[in-house]
């Protein structure tokens, strides 16, 4: 596996199996797009879960690596971290 999908299971808790949404239309996601890609002005350092999404082919193909898109890209993947980190808060208080 690409260091960069690990990363991305790693940090949002994917398990072996697991079912994973496309971050923008909610199909089964199967590929892990970088926002900001290193061949686009990206970062040259090592990757980071605030550039990788989960995305499924159809909206990898439309939305992905194109820079008019980027910043829609950027807000729904800050969206979900959000709710992954306001989710790990509301468990910690039961």
């Not at 990363?7 to 199967?30: K, M, N, R």
């Not at 970062?43 to 939305?63: G, Q, V, Y």
Request: proline share 3%.
């Amino acid at each position: 596996m690409k260091k960069h999908i690990q990363l991305y299971h790693d940090v949002f808790d994917h398990q072996p199996g697991d079912w994973i949404g496309c971050e923008v239309c909610d199909s089964t996601a199967v590929d892990v797009h970088h926002i900001n890609p290193r061949g686009m002005g990206g970062s040259s350092e090592k990757d980071t879960p605030e550039n990788l999404m989960a995305l499924c082919r159809e909206c990898h193909i439309l939305f992905g690596d194109k820079k008019k898109y980027k910043n829609l890209l950027t807000v729904m993947h800050r969206e979900k971290i959000k709710r992954v980190i306001d989710s790990l808060s509301s468990d910690k208080t039961i």
